[in-house]
Nanobody, 120 residues
């Protein structure tokens, strides 16, 4: 059993910043990629950013230069620094982790989501 717990969402004005955190815990042997996705009302869930265990990152075009993903492998935690926020960044942000469990099974886990609301 693995749990992902997110924190850091909230309401900010356009141009502001937020930092999201997601900590994974439980029967973890290793974590490959960790990432953030978001889902706005009436839209499909989309990739925001992903980071491998080696630190390679990939971003959606819409957030490049504004968002920064990072991770602490020792703490099984991934972060997303959101800057220069726009109203269109408003969404529920979900953490994702590709986990190899202590039973050497591979699973894709999701957090419960954290709301990010940007006011204009």
């Amino acid at each position: 059993q693995v749990q992902l717990v997110e924190s850091g969402g909230g309401l900010v004005q356009a141009g502001g910043s937020l930092r999201l955190s997601c900590a994974a815990s439980g029967s973890i042997f290793s974590i490959a990629a960790m990432g953030w996705y978001r889902q706005a009302p009436g839209k499909q869930r989309e990739l925001v950013a992903v980071i491998t265990s080696g630190g390679t990152t990939n971003y959606a075009d819409s957030v490049k230069g504004r968002f920064t993903i990072s991770r602490n492998n020792a703490k099984n935690t991934v972060y997303l620094q959101l800057s220069s926020l726009k109203p269109e960044d408003t969404a529920v942000y979900y953490c994702n982790a590709q986990v190899v469990t202590t039973s050497f099974d591979y699973y894709d886990y999701w957090g419960q989501g954290t709301q990010v609301t940007i006011s204009s």
